[in-house]
């Protein structure tokens, strides 16, 4: 019994689709290419410009990985087409951020500054000093760069000071009292 998915994936044009019998599905459009290895029980069948994930059965690591299969894929079209974006901030007095050449450099409190460089497919754009942009098709590589950046001076709880990402609530401790 072969289940289709709710959710069809829409190629949009300029987008081509390859899916190989091994189990490797190559994405490549105006921003780059992808590759993905999927799982060979999940079949992706491509027709009129929508894909198809499909499981064979209903057990539930079928199922998972079904969910799983469409949701990279759909990640895959999405990052070639948009490509995908992380905001950080920089919150503390001298804290900073600039580019040099490519890599990006970080003074955050720190005897010495702290140069991060961008794997294949990743910039990065700092409009104003305490802001970072972290840009890329790979949805999973931009959120792996932006949580290496934020670990290098994590916010801290007592004056709220390191790198966050922009819409992160940072929750405030109360200082010593006399």
Do not use: C
């Amino acid at each position: 019994m072969s289940r289709i998915g709710r959710r069809p994936i829409e190629v949009p044009s300029g987008v081509t689709v390859e899916v190989s019998p091994g189990g490797t599905v190559n994405v490549q459009g105006p921003l780059g290419k992808l590759e993905q290895q999927v799982p060979v029980r999940i079949s992706i069948v491509q027709e009129d410009g929508v894909l198809n994930v499909t499981r064979p059965t209903d057990r539930g690591d079928d199922r998972a990985l079904h969910g799983l299969t469409r949701t990279l894929v759909a990640n895959m079209v999405e990052g070639v087409t948009k490509g995908f974006e992380k905001h950080l901030e920089i919150q503390g007095v001298g804290y900073r951020a600039q580019l040099k050449g490519s890599d990006l450099e970080l003074a955050v409190g720190y005897s010495h500054t702290v140069t991060i460089t961008p794997r294949d497919g990743i910039s990065f754009e700092v409009p104003i000093p305490t802001q970072i942009i972290v840009k890329g098709t790979d949805k999973q590589a931009v959120g792996q760069i932006a949580a290496e950046i934020r670990k290098v001076r994590p916010p801290e709880p007592y004056k709220g000071k390191g790198i966050r990402y922009r819409d992160e609530q940072v929750r405030r401790k109360v200082g010593k009292r006399a």
